[in-house]
C-alpha cells in the first residue's frame, strides 16, 4: 500500500508539471557525437556563435549553429580587384564550407542596420518567455582560431520565444544569453562565466538587429560548468529572464571569477 501510494505521489507530481512550447521541439545531431565539458578559459581562441535556430515551431531542429550573425564585409570597391576578390573569395568560401557543413550554418540571418541608437524593443518576460533544459545535452561546436580545428562541448538548449503580437527588434551585440548563479553570501544572483578574460568591443557609427516575430522562437546553446555543488541559477536574456533551476557548479570556476556583477530581476 505504501509502495501504490508513492507511486501514485509521483505519477501525480509528474502529471502536475507544466507543459511548455519547448516540449514539442527535439533538437537532432548525430547519436555518436563525442563531447567533453569546456574546461576554464579554454574558450579565449574559440569561434563560433551559440545561436542554433530562428524562426517558427517545428518538430525537428539540426542542431547547427549560425558560424556569425553579421555578414562578411564588402569586397574592394575597384572593378578589376572586385572580380578577383569575387573569384578567390567564393573558391575559399567553398572548401571552408565543406569542412564547416557539419557545424554550422552557410545561411544568414536577415540583419537590419540603423545609424540611428534607435531605443530597441524592450525585451523583458512581458514579451518573452525563456525555458531552460539544463538536464538536456546537446553539443556545441567552436573552431580554434589558430589550428582550425573543431572542438564538441556538453552543452544545454535554451529556448525564447515571442509571446508578444508585434515583431521584435534582437540587436547582434555580444550578449545574448547571460547565466546567473546565486550567491548565498550576497543574496542575490550574479553573471557566471566560464573564464575570467576580458571581452572587448569597438566602437562603430551603426546599429544591428534581427526581427522576431509573433510566435517565433530562438534557440542557444550554453556550455556546461565542470561538476560541484548543486548552484540555484536563472538565465538572463536582455531584460528577460528565465525561471529559477538547479544546476552543478565547481566552487574553483566562482572563485576564479575576475568579478561578480549582481542583477536583480
Same mark, same amino acid.
Given at each position: #500500500? ?12 509528474? !502529471? ?12 537532432? *545531431?548525430?547519436?555518436?557525437?563525442? #563531447?567533453?565539458?569546456?574546461?576554464? =578559459?579554454?574558450? $579565449?581562441?574559440?569561434? $563560433?556563435?551559440?545561436? @542554433?535556430?530562428? $524562426? ?8 547547427? *549553429? ?6 562578411? %564585409? %564588402? ?8 572580380? +578577383?576578390?569575387?573569384?578567390?573569395? =567564393? ?10 557543413? %557539419? ?27 525563456? @525555458?531552460? /533544459? ?10 580554434? *582560431? ?17 509571446? !508578444? ?5 534582437? %540587436? ?7 547565466? +546567473? ?15 575570467? +578574460? #576580458? ?5 562603430? =557609427? ?21 561538476? $560541484? ?12 529572464? !528565465? ?8 566552487? /574553483? ?5 575576475? =568579478?561578480?556583477?549582481? #542583477?536583480?530581476?
Amino acid at each position: #500500500m505504501k509502495a501504490y501510494n508513492l507511486l501514485f505521489v509521483s505519477l501525480l507530481i509528474i !502529471s502536475c508539471q507544466e507543459k511548455t512550447f519547448a516540449d514539442d521541439i527535439t533538437l537532432v *545531431y548525430p547519436k555518436n557525437t563525442k #563531447m567533453k565539458i569546456q574546461e576554464f =578559459n579554454e574558450d $579565449g581562441n574559440l569561434g $563560433g556563435n551559440n545561436l @542554433i535556430y530562428v $524562426g517558427k515551431i517545428i518538430p525537428k531542429i539540426d542542431v547547427r *549553429y549560425y558560424e556569425s550573425i553579421l555578414p562578411a %564585409p %564588402p569586397p574592394p570597391p575597384n572593378e578589376i580587384n572586385k572580380k +578577383y576578390y569575387n573569384e578567390k573569395n =567564393n573558391k575559399e568560401i567553398d572548401s571552408i564550407y565543406l569542412s564547416k557543413k %557539419p557545424y554550422f550554418k552557410r545561411n544568414l540571418l536577415k540583419i537590419n542596420f540603423s545609424k540611428e541608437n534607435e531605443p530597441y524593443d524592450s525585451l523583458t518576460n512581458k514579451n518573452l518567455e525563456i @525555458i531552460v /533544459k539544463q538536464k538536456d545535452t546537446i553539443p556545441i561546436y567552436k573552431q580554434d *582560431y589558430i589550428t582550425h580545428q573543431f572542438k564538441t562541448f556538453k552543452a544545454f538548449p535554451v529556448f525564447i520565444k515571442n509571446i !508578444s503580437n508585434k515583431t521584435l527588434k534582437i %540587436p547582434t551585440e555580444y550578449k545574448g544569453v547571460a547565466f +546567473y548563479a546565486f550567491d548565498n553570501d550576497l543574496k542575490n544572483f550574479y553573471y557566471l562565466r566560464n573564464s575570467n +578574460y #576580458m571581452i572587448c568591443g569597438t566602437r562603430v =557609427n551603426f546599429y544591428t538587429y534581427f526581427e522576431l516575430k509573433p510566435n517565433e522562437i530562438l534557440i542557444y546553446a550554453y556550455p556546461y560548468f565542470k561538476k $560541484g555543488k548543486i548552484h540555484k541559477a536563472k538565465v538572463k536574456f536582455y531584460d528577460a529572464s !528565465s525561471k529559477e533551476f538547479n544546476i552543478s557548479i565547481d566552487d /574553483k570556476i566562482i572563485e576564479d571569477q575576475r =568579478n561578480r556583477y549582481i #542583477m536583480d530581476f
